[in-house]
């Protein structure tokens, strides 16, 4: 890859998989700085959107996933975090993304998933990743600098409320979530924590501790109530594995979307996204993981995924 | 290229057993001083592999605390045979811990590929903290044979075998002072799934017909069947080590037949999920459950609660026994989890 700062250039050479250089890398996030820092902590996204979940480093299932949503660009895009870690992608994934935002700002919306976090980056990957194809960690310090930017949730014509793990019993309206101070490492507990980590579950009644660690697990009470005062249609979130791509909660009150299929090339998942039309009904496409023959494997990881 | 299985990516496997049991030690999950000895290229694991090597590395130890327990009234001793260990360091580790007295009355075998044995041999050579508990190292316990290398002091044998020759291995076992009428403990941590199912069985009818008082302790995957479980075969396979047992015994169930089959009339069966679920409700001696396991979720971030339920529920350990003096609920209290 040479070393022009052409974001056309760019966008065509990262849909090669080719990585691009420490300079490029630095400059298009500097781009994308310039955007996300006017978005607002809750960004209002226009129907129709397709609305996509984890896609955690697997660049070749991004690009299914951009062949069965329709051309980034022309179709509009809501991803809810979760761009690194696991893949031995993360950087092609992210920096794919993060350049269709400076090209397509207005079709183009990234939110922050607990990934995107210089601690969780350190166990699960990036770091790893980075060191590996640079030497350095230069890349990894662009890139968690940028995740600092990412807004934290979305809303969809004010009827779809888009947020990476969940609710937050600090929050009840959306328009709290604008106090937050959300340019800062993810925090081990407050709003800007819940949202990113909390899950829903069908056994819990309102709020208990998360397993995770981190974040609440959330039940039917809660989400009824922040739907009714938030007039919500739906909240479409991400963060969990679901086997058949999506997976809704509390009858339809709550989705989940996974985007990542065969997540960690182990889990033989189907993963979906979120089509959004006019009218704000919505619909999912099912897809699979990226054949064989679809992916150009270059770097595989030598340690096992199961307990030889 | 289906089934095909490699030689050298099945003996890789205990490599990469070692390099995910260090870094579990080296994350605070569990001790063992003696594993770094053996992992040359330290590389990075996840949590699921540290915690999932921690509760393999306990059920494990636990089983054979209980083995020696059971026995300890044994006058003349009791036994143990690993087969196929690799690096497995649980020898040492026994020794250290002092827990058990009738440790002093164990003799431990293991059986591997030649060129484990040789591996291993190479690396005691060089660590004199490995040679300490070794009776007699080097000159009265190292012995060359017309497969390679092999150690044989009075209580620790290292035996280069293949576990499909049953015959060669009886003859190696009965060669080096085996006692076919004392408890012993066979271990097979993810071994016999790599072996053809047939030449596995073999094996198992060989141990129930010769050894009078024999203890099994089996680890390894399980459900080929699922999604998960397909694309575990999948992976397997091109990385060269298929199960090769796994397709013929898909289940938990089929386990215990096949074992209740082969001779062993006493058979029990824990699946990994349902270990780490109960794990803070244990009543094993000196070991508060509860403790143990908020300890085990403070050691670090855990992001994958959904693959760690998918991966430990292909996972189990069973335990089993030819026995005809104890009943079988005596057995599941002396020897179950």
Partial sequence: MNNTNDIDVILEQLFECSLPTESQI??????????FIKESNTIFVPAPVTICGDVHGQFWDLKELFEIGGKPGETSYLFLGDFVDRGYYSIETFLLLLTLKVKYPDKMTLIRGNHESRQITQVYGFYDECMKKFGNSSVWRYCTEIF?????????ENQIFCVHGGLSPKIDQINQIRLIDRKTEVPHEGAMCDMLWS????TTKEWEINPRGAGFNFGKLVVEKFNKINSLKIIARAHQLCQDGFQYSFDKKLVTVWSAPNY???CANKASVMIVNNELDHSFKVFEAAPPEKRNVKHRKTTSIYFL | MKNQSNKESVRGTGNSAALCKLSSVQKGYYADPFIQYFVQKKEKVEPIMN?????RVHAMDRLISQFLNANSESSEGVQIIQLGG??????WRLRLSGENEVVNKLVWYEIDFPRTIQEKLRIISRVPKLQEPIVGWPNKVLKKTSKGAELHSPDYHLICGDLRKTEDLHNSLQEHGVNFEIPTLFISECVLVYVEPNSADKLLGYITETFKLPFFVLYEPTNPLDNFGKQ????????GCPLLAIEQYNSIESQIKRFQKLGFNYVDVKNMKLLWDTLGKWEAENVDGQKERKRIIRLEWFDELE???MIMSHYFVLYAAKNDQISQEKFIKIFGL
């Avoid at chain 1, 630095?26 to 955007?35: E, G, P, T």
């Avoid at chain 1, 600092?148 to 969809?156: E, H, K």
């Avoid at chain 1, 899950?199 to 069908?202: A, F, G, R, V």
């Fill in chain 1, 264 to 266: 960690f090339y182990r």
């Fill in chain 2, 307 to 309: 693959e760690w339920n």
């Fill in chain 2, 51 to 55: 915690r999932g090597f921690y509760m």
């Fill in chain 1, 199 to 202: 899950d829903p579950d069908e």
């Fill in chain 2, 232 to 239: 575990m075969m999948k992976n397997l396979s091109k990385m």
């Fill in chain 1, 26 to 35: 630095k400059y298009i996030c500097f781009r994308a700085r310039q955007i």
């Fill in chain 1, 148 to 156: 600092d930017y990412l807004s934290l949730s979305a809303i969809v």
């Fill in chain 2, 86 to 91: 690799g690096k497995d360091t649980t020898f």
